[in-house]
């Protein structure tokens, strides 16, 4: 099966600081995976780990350091950006911050449909935009006139996928699209994707650091931790016999209750952030409870176990187990 999208060693450097003590950071380093027609592809992991700057660079508004990305087998270029996005829509982690409060829902639609002359006249341009919305689950008369405040998070999260929808994408990148949706509507969303894969053969990139979520929706997982994809496979194999230690802290790991200690906790991560991002050999050596000396040295290369890339050392058979 031909793949539909295909990223290939792709890099993203970024430059932090002054002018006399520039740090360079790998936000993405050295990434492939591919997605095949008719598949949910997860990327997983905590924030910062380089998900959601891969998803800019799919969809051009971010320029790889180096790398391709191949869509359809034709390499995607800063001057082809046009063919791109009529293939490929994104729906993003805030529905409200997706659509101007002083503007009706529908005009989106339309300007949509204007922009892609997706119809000749306003009558066929209603029955594209009623024809999309009922696919979510809504209607045209149910949305028409109306502002973002009179909807729910979860209705406008269902607008925006309709919104995607109107160019008949072939990809979806999801990114993070049921995190400031309510728990009881997070369900109802995660089943919309599953249900435009198997009825219209839609395939999505859907980025999330929910791991139950991903377990549920997704075919194929990719964890990824500073940059790097640390394991990546079907997603049964990955989540349910967690191989990488980092993919077992993950899985392992318990939100807390408290607010106050999940803030304490971000701020103690984000000072060893950058530590990480810089380190030598396996981002992951300072943290791992099985580090080896050569982990430190130098970055392990994939090693397939069962059907499953794992990038670690401890099932590399020439370092032992």
Known sequence: MKNLLEVIHLTKVFTLGSLFSRIRVRAVDDVSFHIQPAEIFTLAGESGCGKTTIARMIL???EPTSGKILYQGKEHKKSDKVWLTQGIQAVFQDPFGTFNPLRTVDQYFFETIRNYRLASTR???VRLI???LRVVGLSFEEFAGKYPNEFSGGQ???ISIARALLTDPRLLIADEPVSMVDASLRMSIVNLFKDLKERMGVSVLYITHDLATAYYVGDRIAVMFRGNIVEMGPVEKVLMEPRHPYTQLLRD???EADPRKRWTSRLSLLETEYQEYLRVGCKFAGRC?????????RMPEFVEVEGVLVRCYKYDGSQGE
């Open 60 to 62: 051009g508004f971010e």
């Open 289 to 297: 409870p099985y580090v080896m000396e050569i982990c430190r040295e």
């Open 123 to 125: 009558e066929e341009a």
């Open 253 to 255: 790991s318990i939100p």
């Open 130 to 132: 009623d024809e999309k």
């Open 156 to 158: 406008l999260q269902r």
